[in-house]
């Protein structure tokens, strides 16, 4: 089938309505189904649907896409596009079972299309927000209602996933609460990191133009505007990343004139960290804290206590801190970019430590997702898997050509090469990573076990040169992104689909 007859099956399997000329050629192509697929919308999506928990409770919000100057403090200005004039947008948060309503109405300029992936939620197939795969892109001017049950408590966060896009002010939490909440604290702080250029050195299209053109033609080039050379970092085994920001931010803030939570000395806090960034890794710490990490993307993990965390873009961590007296700075330390976000917990009097500040903690004991283990409540029972897919992360930034087992995703044409499991199966993925440089591997729908008893995540920091091998049951039928949640990776190709047979 060639690639146009792919697409337009899927999308009229979904029941698209225009999709236009694609979707009209396709007719009576017998959708997905064709081609021995799940359909996203099909009775297999549905009856899983049907089996989540509900509270028969519905949280109803608007998000509106649009263009919005943004203060990120200090007086700079950032012209973007944001939820509801904000960044991050509002966080949602809902109890578990909550049905989420979420009308998107697509208000961005210059025609652009857009729609919101639910990041790290199992939901149902047709609501997770992947243009052509799961639903046609929200036009311009239009309106498009996500609605689907969260059904695991969590620390989740939604974005757009068309372009780079993630890449602008387009992100916000996703709080989903346990009624049964068994862990005990006094209050919680959700913290947003992320690296910004967007209206202030240049658009996320712009910095994409430029790297894709590769190392080598921008090295001859002296107009390189945004390629970032010899970001090195041990902890992230070489190359840290590709992107010149010239601001990292913590809850939207720079750190001349920071987010502050203010709390009392001796209570428990919750942290809610959540790396919305685009390229960075951050190294985070609170000063003159030790942090107890519970969760790491949203499920429970046995409690660890560490000096500082290295997050990668779309990983969640959940620690929980006790405060002391005094004003202390939480630092985001951008990995091997030696830059740093910084936002502020306040209990006692004090004055803010300089905007540079960086506390030693973040050379103490480090951790990340790797050194941790399952709580034993969600660890995956045994069984004996039934497939395995070697996922080999390929290409480089000399041609700037990343992929995975060397063939660059074609959005236009997204089973051209699916990654098949079935209903009911246990699949291991096997990230070969061929490349140079680290890759934060998020898969859509589902929460991978790292290895034999690891944490459950669905990003995973997969280092140059490495394999890291993860467990998941295939229970959620759909069609399925798996992708480097790096944004120019990702838009340069490094994607696959997962793809559930019939
Ligand atoms: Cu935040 Cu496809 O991901
Ligand atoms: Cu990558």
């Known amino acids: 089938m060639n690639s146009i007859n792919r697409r337009s099956a899927l999308l009229a399997g979904l029941g698209i309505a225009g999709a236009g000329a694609l979707a009209a050629c396709a007719t009576g192509s017998g959708g997905p189904v064709s081609l021995g697929l799940v359909s996203p919308s099909g009775s297999a999506v549905a009856a899983v ?27 700079i200005k950032a012209d973007s596009w944001a939820f509801n004039g904000r960044t991050p947008g509002k966080e949602l948060r809902l109890s578990v079972g909550d049905t989420l309503a979420a009308e998107l109405s697509n208000q961005l300029p210059d025609r652009t299309t857009t729609s919101i992936h639910w990041h790290g939620i199992a939901l149902r197939g047709d609501m997770d927000g992947v243009p052509a795969v799961t639903q046609a892109a929200v036009r311009a001017g239009r309106n498009f209602t996500y609605r689907f049950i969260t059904d695991t408590p969590g620390t989740y966060f939604f974005h757009p996933h068309v372009g780079v896009q993630l890449d602008r002010g387009l992100y916000a939490p996703l709080i989903v609460e346990d009624p049964k909440e068994p862990l005990s604290y006094d209050d919680e702080w959700v913290v947003v990191l992320d ?29 390189m505007r945004f390629m970032l050379m010899g970001a090195r970092s041990t902890l992230l085994g070489g190359d840290a990343g590709d992107v010149k920001y010239p601001y990292h931010l913590i809850n ?11 709390g009392k ?3 428990r806090v919750r942290l809610r960290v959540i790396n919305a960034g685009s390229d960075t890794a951050y190294r985070v710490a609170l000063s003159g804290h030790k942090m107890t990490v519970t969760h790491t993307d949203g499920f429970p993990i046995r409690h660890q206590e560490v000096d500082a965390l290295l997050v990668g873009m779309g990983e969640r961590y959940d620690v929980l ?62 069984r004996k898997t039934d497939q395995v897919h070697r996922i080999e992360l390929t ?42 440089m680290w890759h934060p591997m998020h898969l859509h729908g589902h929460t991978y076990q790292l290895g034999s008893g690891g944490a459950r995540k669905d990003t995973t920091i997969v280092p140059p040169k490495k394999t890291v091998s993860v467990f998941f049951d295939a229970d959620n039928p759909g069609q399925w992104m798996l992708h480097c949640h790096n944004a120019y990776h990702g838009e340069a190709g490094m994607i696959g689909l997962v793809a559930y047979r019939a």
């Open 195 to 223: 690296d910004w250029v967007d209206g202030v050195t240049g658009t996320p299209d712009e910095v994409f133009a430029e790297v894709k053109q590769g190392m080598n033609m921008n090295m001859g080039d002296m107009s």
């Open 321 to 382: 801190v006790t405060l002391g007296d005094g004003v202390f700075p939480l630092v985001a330390l951008a990995e091997g970019k030696d830059m740093t976000g910084m936002a502020l917990v306040r209990t006692g009097s004090g004055a803010a430590p300089a905007p540079t500040v960086r506390p030693r903690e973040l050379d103490g004991m480090i951790m990340s997702a790797s050194q941790l283990k399952a709580a034993d409540d969600v660890r995956l029972p045994s």
């Open 265 to 267: 000395p001796g209570r």
């Open 49 to 75: 649907e049907n089996k989540r928990k509900g509270t028969g409770r519905t949280r109803q919000v608007t998000l509106t896409a649009a263009r919005a100057v943004l203060d990120l403090g200090a007086g």
């Open 395 to 436: 290409g480089g930034m000399t041609k700037y050509d990343w992929a995975i087992n060397g063939k660059r995703f074609d959005m236009n044409d997204p089973t051209a090469t699916p990654i098949l499991v079935e209903q009911g199966q246990r699949v291991r993925l096997d990230f070969v990573n061929t490349t140079t």
């Open 252 to 262: 939207g803030r720079v750190p001349a004139d920071p987010d502050a939570y203010t």
